[in-house]
T-cell receptor, first 114, second 114 residues
Framework: ETGVTQTPRHLVMGMTNKKSLKCEQH?????MYWYKQSAKKPLELMFV???????ENNSVPSRFSPECPNSSHLFLHLHTLQPEDSALYLC?????????????FGQGTRLTVV | KQEVTQIPAALSVPEGENLVLNCSFT??????LQWFRQDPGKGLTSLLL?????REQTSGRLNASLDKSSGRSTLYIAASQPGDSATYLC?????????????FGRGTQLTVWP
């Protein structure tokens, strides 16, 4: 257990569906991140939140909508996705965004868009 | 833009061998370097974190070194075991406008057979 919990672990959705991914961390961290892992590609940063405020959007399409209601929870709202959005979505947290301290990852949500 | 390269992409060895995994990065202005392990379809488990001011870190049979000036890190695995089979990922953090972002390599897929 890394202290970062993601739900659901697996999700299959149609292109017209709306769904949400949830991430919760029990580490007392202030920074949370969404990463995308596609086959044959390095992990790509999607969003960064620090003290509930979004500090980075890595040119992510608007069909992905993040929400961070508090420092312990992070959501990724999905709507009108494309099959190429199928990937493993990983949430991470760290004490802050200085990049000095260790990052901890959840187990990921395997998303399949049909 | 920071780019991280890992060599080899895949490695298959018999149990008991000592292994060296390589990681290189293009921008030496890093804050830290982390080695992660990823089992198939799972999230990332942090193995070792090396701060930019450090030269190496050790945990059990794992030893990671960092040569910041040359942009290189190695992960040494002693007396490999079948349970070490996984993908090993190297990631660095940098400062400036990319605070908190981890830049990942594509990983080394390790198979240790009995």
């Amino acid at each position: 257990e890394t202290g970062v919990t993601q739900t659901p672990r697996h999700l299959v959705m149609g292109m017209t569906n709306k769904k949400s991914l949830k991430c919760e961390q029990h580490l007392g961290h202030n920074a949370m991140y969404w990463y995308k892992q596609s086959a044959k590609k390095p992990l790509e940063l999607m969003f960064v939140y620090n003290f509930k405020e979004q500090t980075e959007n890595n040119s992510v399409p608007s069909r992905f909508s993040p929400e961070c209601p508090n420092s312990s929870h992070l959501f990724l709202h999905l709507h009108t996705l494309q099959p190429e959005d199928s990937a493993l979505y990983l949430c991470a947290s760290s004490q802050d965004i200085t990049g000095i301290l260790e990052a901890f990852f959840g187990q990921g949500t395997r998303l399949t868009v049909v | 833009k920071q780019e991280v390269t890992q060599i080899p992409a895949a490695l298959s060895v018999p149990e008991g061998e000592n292994l060296v995994l390589n990681c290189s990065f293009t921008d030496s202005a890093i804050y830290n370097l982390q080695w992660f392990r990823q089992d198939p379809g799972k999230g990332l488990t942090s193995l070792l974190l090396i701060q930019s001011s450090q030269r190496e870190q050790t945990s059990g049979r794992l030893n990671a070194s960092l040569d910041k000036s040359s942009g290189r890190s190695t992960l040494y695995i002693a007396a490999s075991q079948p349970g070490d089979s996984a993908t090993y990922l190297c990631a660095v953090t940098t400062g400036g406008s990319t605070l908190g972002r981890l830049y990942f390599g594509r990983g080394t897929q390790l198979t240790v057979w009995p």
